[in-house]
């Protein structure tokens, strides 16, 4: 099980993955695109790869945590693909669409690599808890390979069959989910508020009753105080997501009202400034459309 | 503790509550519009009254679980008040507007007797139960000697102090969130399904991990399947809360585009002649706008 694993970008979610790998005693290469970034994995006991190209070989495993749709795209090269070659696989842990991953997963085909999606739903602080959960699609035989991996550093795996693009799709609804679930509370606890509810008195009994749910629980207490400091995961991105939401919703004609409201209340946060808040602070519009 | 508890209004709620309170050893008196309604209770030892004001006595407790803000300003007269008296107490279970629950506690005060909102969040089973959760404000005697009975039939109380109207507006709230679940859950599901996604499998992932809670396991089943009937809480009830919460949310200046959405979806599953189905049968505008 002791594989050699190569892990290309080293963002809030690349680092606790390559971190927890290698403390499970995986023999692992990192590469990011800024190379500050590798030294605390390399003092971890991680090689390090100036490129791409020096991380993979032959019949390997390479996982992505890249940014969007443009980088995983970029990174993984005609060059690298050919080099992964036969029995090579691309564990692609990215949020990025659908079509782009059936697009990915073609083209890794020429090669002779499979392609595996595999986005996980997790904030740093749950990967390094192990707490965090994968959606999973590609071919069978890729996944079963990279299935003890990931149950290293996971709680849960959902394999959503074959199609390279399913896991994307339930990793987007999903994010739709959180999002909406942000302006839901943002409302909610605005009306509270406003009506001499503290935000923290209906936070409280919601989260620990009907809505007793991570989400509900983590994030409300985020919304409750207005606490979108430090980022987890920043507006921007999840202003990316919504559009991917959207764009995998018009290719398939499903009109999303909900999706449509949230991805307005993005746009309008990145408006006012707030671009180096977690996008938690979506939930602050509806607090100032209330004059608060 | 053995109270003598006189319960008016014997619907989806009403029964299963009356029925708790026989089982822990209350002496119950039961009323309904419909007296066919009250054969079951008696049956169970409940006496029958013909008329509210025959179930009511000088400074007893009182619990109301009716329709709306017009049944209970109608039930509550001041024949009924005055009949209830100083140190009487009427525990208002229905969901009304806090408004309607702040005029009718001056009401009450005028003929000594104390309102205590007390709304609950339980569908009939979760009554019976006993795993329901209930919004309580009011004054803080009056409280105190009802929680002792609501202790008997629910999970959790949640005190949102003296405002008699704060847990009406707290229920609104949750209600609210309940119905953006079901709307939420529709737009994702929808998407999953026009993708190549099994509703089931996209529903299992969510409600086992990230939305790990009561509203999306018990909602999304329904959901997932469209399954509406039996009807636990019809479509019509749902547009009156969200429209009492859009009334509050407005006599606040509160906007709240989600909830505005959510009105929209009830008034066309009723203008589809949904009226008959469960409130979950929200969700199903979703797969109708996407030419399912």
């Given at each position: 099980?002791?594989?050699?694993?190569?892990?290309?970008?080293?963002?809030?979610?690349?680092?606790?993955?390559?971190?927890?790998?290698?403390?499970?005693?995986?023999?692992?290469?990192?590469?990011n695109?800024?190379?500050?970034?590798?030294?605390?994995?390399?003092?971890?006991?991680?090689?390090?790869a100036?490129?791409?190209?020096?991380?993979?070989?032959?019949?390997?495993?390479?996982?992505?945590?890249?940014?969007?749709?443009?980088?995983?795209?970029?990174?993984?090269?005609?060059?690298?693909?050919?080099?992964?070659?036969?029995n090579?696989?691309?564990?692609?842990?990215?949020?990025?669409?659908?079509?782009?991953?059936?697009?990915?997963?073609?083209?890794?085909?020429?090669?002779?690599?499979?392609?595996?999606?595999?986005?996980?739903?997790?904030?740093?602080?749950?990967?390094?808890?192990?707490?965090?959960?994968?959606?999973?699609?590609?071919?069978?035989?890729?996944?079963?390979?990279?299935?003890?991996?990931?149950?290293?550093?996971?709680?849960?795996?959902y394999?959503?069959?074959?199609?390279?693009?399913?896991?994307?799709v339930?990793?987007?609804?999903?994010?739709?989910?959180?999002?909406?679930?942000?302006?839901?509370?943002?409302?909610?606890?605005?009306?509270?508020?406003?009506?001499?509810?503290?935000?923290?008195?209906?936070?409280?009994?919601?989260?620990?009753?009907?809505?007793?749910?991570?989400?509900?629980?983590?994030?409300?207490?985020?919304?409750?105080?207005?606490?979108?400091?430090?980022?987890?995961?920043?507006?921007?991105?999840?202003?990316?997501?919504?559009?991917?939401?959207?764009?995998?919703?018009?290719?398939?004609?499903?009109?999303?009202?909900?999706?449509?409201?949230?991805?307005?209340?993005?746009?309008?946060?990145?408006?006012?400034?707030?671009s180096?808040?977690?996008?938690?602070?979506?939930?602050?519009?509806?607090?100032?459309?209330?004059?608060?």
């Open positions: 099980m002791f594989e050699k694993i190569a892990i290309l970008g080293l963002g809030n979610l690349g680092t606790p993955i390559a971190e927890s790998l290698i403390e499970s005693g995986f023999d692992v290469t990192v590469w695109r800024s190379s500050s970034k590798t030294d605390v994995l390399v003092n971890k006991g991680a090689h390090r100036g490129h791409p190209m020096e991380a993979v070989e032959a019949g390997g495993i390479v996982f992505s945590v890249l940014a969007d749709d443009s980088a995983v795209e970029e990174t993984f090269s005609e060059a690298l693909l050919g080099k992964l070659g036969v090579g696989i691309h564990v692609s842990m990215s949020t990025i669409s659908p079509e782009c991953a059936r697009r990915l997963s073609q083209r890794h085909q020429l090669h002779g690599v499979s392609y595996v999606a595999a986005p996980i739903f997790a904030r740093p602080e749950a990967v390094k808890a192990k707490v965090g959960n994968i959606c999973l699609s590609g071919s069978v035989a890729a996944k079963e390979r990279v299935k003890p991996i990931l149950q290293t550093f996971v709680k849960g795996i394999d959503f069959g074959e199609d390279p693009g399913a896991a994307n339930v990793k987007l609804a999903g994010n739709f989910m959180i999002a909406a679930s942000l302006e839901m509370m943002g409302e909610a606890f605005t009306m509270a508020e406003k009506n001499g509810i503290s935000r923290q008195s209906i936070y409280e009994m919601l989260s620990q009753t009907l809505f007793a749910a991570p989400i509900f629980q983590n994030y409300g207490k985020i919304v409750a105080h207005h606490n979108y400091e430090p980022v987890a995961f920043s507006l921007p991105l999840g202003l990316k997501d919504i559009n991917l939401t959207l764009k995998t919703a018009s290719d398939s004609n499903v009109p999303m009202p909900m999706a449509d409201l949230i991805r307005n209340r993005f746009i309008s946060a990145i408006a006012k400034g707030r180096d808040l977690d996008w938690g602070a979506l939930a602050k519009g509806a607090s100032d459309d209330a004059g608060l």
